[in-house]
């Protein structure tokens, strides 16, 4: 079982930063990938970014050139750098890892953290 807290959400002019913290606890050794999700009012939940055990990075199309998801392994830290933010960014921003370890896949979630960019 992995534990994720996220922190760093808030309310942000358009054209302002956030980062978002994720950190891990619990069977981090089995993680093999960690991204961030987000959900909007109304809307499904959907990948905003992810980075695999080995480095490997991906994006969303709307947030590419913006946002930055990079880790920090002695602080079992994710992060998610959102410059550039817009409106349609608002949404609750999820923290997601994904395990694999002797046969046996979980999905573990953060709480969720607020992200609000005015206009």
């Known amino acids: 079982q992995v534990r994720l807290v996220e922190s760093g959400g808030g309310l942000v002019q358009a054209g302002g930063s956030l980062r978002l913290s994720c950190a891990s606890s619990g069977s981090i050794f089995s993680i093999n990938f960690m991204g961030w999700y987000r959900q909007a009012p109304g809307k499904q939940r959907e990948l905003v970014a992810g980075i695999t055990s080995a480095g490997y990075t991906n994006y969303t199309d709307s947030v590419k050139g913006r946002f930055a998801i990079s880790r920090d392994n002695a602080k079992n830290t994710v992060y998610l750098q959102m410059n550039s933010l817009k409106p349609e960014d608002t949404a609750v921003y999820y923290c997601?890892?994904?395990?694999?370890?002797?046969?046996?896949?979980?999905?573990?979630w953060g709480q969720g953290t607020q992200v609000t960019v005015s206009s």
């Open positions: 997601n890892a994904k395990t694999y370890y002797t046969g046996l896949s979980t999905e573990n």
